[in-house]
């Protein structure tokens, strides 16, 4: 089995959270080969934590930036994910991991990733389910993620498909862009879910540096910039409101989509990906999401054999 990743966390102020993850990471059937912890200038015990780790750990590696003075979502994070990066001899590792700290993962999740990467070499970008802990019930409660593509909080990449989309973008949206980058070159985007690959989110997904609305409003900005086209922005801002926050998350996504179209905010430079993504969105509309990844995984079959013989 093919198994040697790395992981590369960027983090800010995650000392509420991050020893769950940390204890679940160093607890998995097959530990990463290198774990790259990036610390984008916390404040708060964020640092001590991770020096107690680091001197238990061999494969856990540190990298401290400076204190911008405030938590950065979405470029922010890339920013503080590629200083990681660039620290990695990328070549040395089969798979690579872009993982949150604010997480508890299951402790077959890695090994279970790898397993499926290798057994469909097609396999670009994979995750399991986030799910969160209603704190009233104790409900373990999925958060409705689609099956189009892998979770931004774990991303789980084959190094040569990673390479070949060109990494992520540094914008908002750089973890739904890279799904759609996948499948135009005939790779397979997924996430699963499985029992030892539901893992827990401790923290709201798209809950943002202010609030859970903030996050929705940023999300519709995000389509916008990736080039979403109207109809299928207000379907999915339509489907939104019967989510939690019910009614007003879904409105806050039509809301941001719409206010960057009045502000004429920037969109992504390439026609070419904007085109394939607006495709893809008519068919979901048209015969389901499900359906329409699988005809578009089966038509780009072609471009994945042509470079992959």
Same mark, same amino acid.
């Given at each position: ?157 084959? !190094?040569?498909?990673?390479? +070949?989309?060109?990494? &992520? @973008? =540094?914008?908002?949206? $750089? ?91 920037? !969109?992504?430079?390439?026609? +070419?990906?904007?085109? &394939? @993504? =607006?495709?893809?969105? $008519? ?27």
């Amino acid at each position: 089995m093919l198994a040697s990743y790395v992981v590369i966390s960027p983090c800010r102020n995650e000392a509420e959270f991050m020893r769950n993850t940390l204890d679940s990471v160093v607890n998995q059937t097959v530990l990463p080969t290198l774990w790259v912890i990036v610390d984008d200038g916390s404040t708060d015990d964020t640092p001590k934590i991770l020096l107690e780790y680091v001197q238990q750990y061999s494969f856990i590696r540190v990298v401290t930036r400076d204190n911008r003075g405030h938590r950065s979502v979405g470029p922010g994070v890339i920013d503080a994910f590629y200083e990681g990066l660039d620290t990695v001899d990328l070549k040395q590792f089969n798979f690579l991991c872009k993982l949150d700290l604010d997480l508890v993962l299951p402790p077959r999740y890695f090994e279970t990733l790898i397993s499926k990467m290798n057994d469909n070499p097609r396999l670009g970008n994979c995750s399991g389910k986030p799910y969160y802990i209603n704190k009233i019930t104790g409900e373990f409660i999925s958060e409705g993620c689609g099956d189009e593509n892998a979770i931004g909080a774990s991303k789980f990449y084959r !190094r040569e498909c990673f390479e +070949e989309i060109g990494g &992520f @973008i =540094r914008q908002v949206m $750089w973890d739904g862009i890279d799904g759609h980058r996948c499948r135009q070159l005939g790779w397979i985007a997924i996430s699963w879910d499985e029992p030892d690959l539901r893992f827990t989110h401790l923290r709201p997904m798209g809950s943002s540096q202010n609030n859970i609305i903030t996050g929705r409003i940023r999300h519709g900005a995000g389509q916008y910039f990736m080039g979403t086209g109207i109809i299928y922005m207000l379907a999915s801002g339509l489907y939104r409101t019967t989510r939690p926050p019910v009614i007003i998350g879904g409105l806050a996504m039509i809301w941001g989509y719409v206010k960057s179209g009045l502000t004429r905010a920037p !969109r992504y430079e390439d026609d +070419e990906l904007i085109s &394939f @993504i =607006r495709k893809y969105q $008519w068919a979901s509309l048209l015969k389901g999401k499900k359906r329409a990844t699988e005809d578009i995984n089966d038509k780009q079959l072609g471009v994945w054999t042509d470079k992959h013989p």
